[in-house]
C-alpha cells in the first residue's frame, strides 16, 4: 500500500477513536445530568411529603382560614403530578407562594408558631428547602458541563448522529428577585 492511502486510514482510526470517546462521554454526563434530576425530584417529594404534617397542624389551630391551606394542598397535588424541569419549575413557584401565603396565617397565631410540632415541621421544611436549592445548583452545574461539551468540537460534529441534544436548566421561579418582605 502506498502512503496516501495509510494517512487515509490513519485519520479515519482518529476520527473513529474520537467519536466512540465523544460518544462514551455524553453517555455518562447525560446519566449524571439525569442523576442530579433525580435528586431534584427527591427533594420536591420530600417537600410534599411533608406540606399534608403542617397543613393539619396548621388546620388544628386555623380552621377558619381555609383557602390558605387549601392553596397549599392544591399546590402540592400540582407539584406531584408536574413532569420534566419546566413543568416542576413552574410547579414548585406555586407552591412556594401558597406557602408564603400560608406562612402569613400563622404569623396571627403565636400559640402556633409556639407549638413543637410545629416548629419540627418547619425545620423540617427549612431543611428541604436548602436540600433542593443544592440540589439545583447541582442539576444546572451538570446540564452546563454537559451543554458546553455538546457544542464544542469535535463532539458537536458527532452529537446529531448519536441522538443527543442539550438539556434544560432548572430556572428560578418569576418573581425569585424580589426580597420577600417579613413583618412582625
Do not use: C
Request: hydrophobic share 45%; aromatic share 8%; glycine share 6%.
Amino acid at each position: 500500500m502506498n502512503k496516501p492511502v495509510w494517512i487515509v486510514i490513519a485519520i479515519v482510526g482518529v476520527l473513529l477513536v474520537s467519536a466512540v470517546f465523544s460518544y462514551n462521554t455524553l453517555v455518562s454526563m447525560n446519566e449524571s445530568v439525569n442523576g442530579k434530576w433525580s435528586q431534584i425530584e427527591n427533594q420536591l417529594q420530600r417537600r410534599a411529603d411533608l406540606i399534608p404534617n403542617l397543613v393539619n397542624t396548621v388546620k388544628g389551630y386555623a380552621a377558619h382560614e381555609q383557602q390558605a391551606i387549601q392553596a397549599v394542598a392544591d399546590a402540592r397535588a400540582k407539584l406531584t403530578g408536574a413532569q420534566g424541569p419546566v413543568g416542576k419549575a413552574e410547579a414548585n413557584a406555586e407552591l412556594s407562594s401558597a406557602l408564603s401565603r400560608l406562612l402569613v396565617v400563622v404569623e396571627n397565631y403565636p400559640n402556633l408558631k409556639a407549638d413543637q410540632n410545629f416548629r419540627a415541621l418547619m425545620d423540617e421544611l427549612s431543611g428541604t428547602e436548602n436540600r433542593i436549592a443544592v440540589a439545583r445548583k447541582d442539576y444546572n452545574d451538570a446540564v452546563q458541563g454537559y451543554n458546553v461539551k455538546i457544542r464544542s468540537l469535535p463532539t458537536s460534529l458527532f452529537v446529531g448522529m448519536m441522538g443527543f441534544g442539550p438539556k434544560e436548566y432548572f430556572k428560578a421561579e418569576e418573581g425569585a428577585k424580589q426580597v420577600p418582605q417579613v413583618k412582625f
